[in-house]
T-cell receptor, first 115, second 110 residues
């Protein structure tokens, strides 16, 4: 069964360091999402890509976060510098690009702890 | 006030019980309503999807939407220990982004 791949699964870093997360969506899925899920809360959209273009990055803290999907396939989310409040699960999801039903396929997430 | 409110629980029930999970929302423009299930240390997976008002049944699961009250529910019949997870409601306007609730943690004990 096709899955969304994410790495690393766990990352511990000190504040002010740089971190990066990688996502490989399900093959053929044009739309890719990065969500942040703080413990005890629901996922919040950080950025949405349609192929290689950013569709929505209104909630992305652009002073420290960046995301790219250069060839319209896999994607990288970077945080520099990391802050204590960035500790969360970073979830990548993909869809066929016709997400009327809301079916996003999520990866297992990358859990970030900032010390 | 958040757009989507959900009781965080935790909710602990015995095996075989009927479980009711609920969300309220403030934006009357929401048209698509979903329930996602998230097991511990995993990503969410879509469980049920409903468009506009009404009921939808899938096996032991029933989703209800009451747009007049801005209230959605997920019912689980004959709950099983394997149903133990966090249940997230989510909703959207047409092709707009999904807005998630905070999730309700459910534990079903044998």
């Amino acid at each position: 069964e096709a899955e969304v791949a994410q790495s690393p699964r766990y990352k511990i870093t000190e504040k002010s360091q740089a971190v990066a997360f990688w996502c490989d969506p399900i093959s053929g899925h044009a739309t890719l999402y990065w969500y942040r899920q703080i413990l005890g809360q629901g996922p919040e959209l950080l950025v949405q890509f349609q192929d290689e273009s950013v569709v929505d990055d209104s909630q992305l803290p652009k002073d420290r976060f960046s995301a790219e999907r250069l060839k319209g396939v896999d994607s990288t989310l970077k945080i520099q510098p990391a802050e204590l409040g960035d500790s969360a699960m970073y979830l990548c999801a993909s869809s066929t690009g016709r997400p009327i039903t809301g079916e996003l396929f999520f990866g297992e997430g990358s859990r970030l702890t900032v010390l | 006030q958040k757009e989507v409110e959900q009781d965080p629980g935790p909710l602990s029930v015995p095996e075989g019980a009927i479980v009711s999970l609920n969300c309220t929302y403030s934006n009357s423009a929401f048209q698509y309503f979903m329930w996602y299930r998230q097991y511990s240390r995993k990503g969410p997976e879509l469980l049920m999807y409903t468009y506009s008002s009404g009921n939808k049944e899938d096996g032991r699961f029933t989703a209800q939407v009451d747009k007049s009250s801005k209230y959605i529910s997920l019912f689980i019949r004959d709950s099983q220990p394997s149903d133990s997870a966090t249940y997230l409601c989510a909703m959207k306007i047409n092709t707009d982004k999904l807005i998630f609730g905070t999730g309700t943690r459910l534990q079903v004990f044998p």
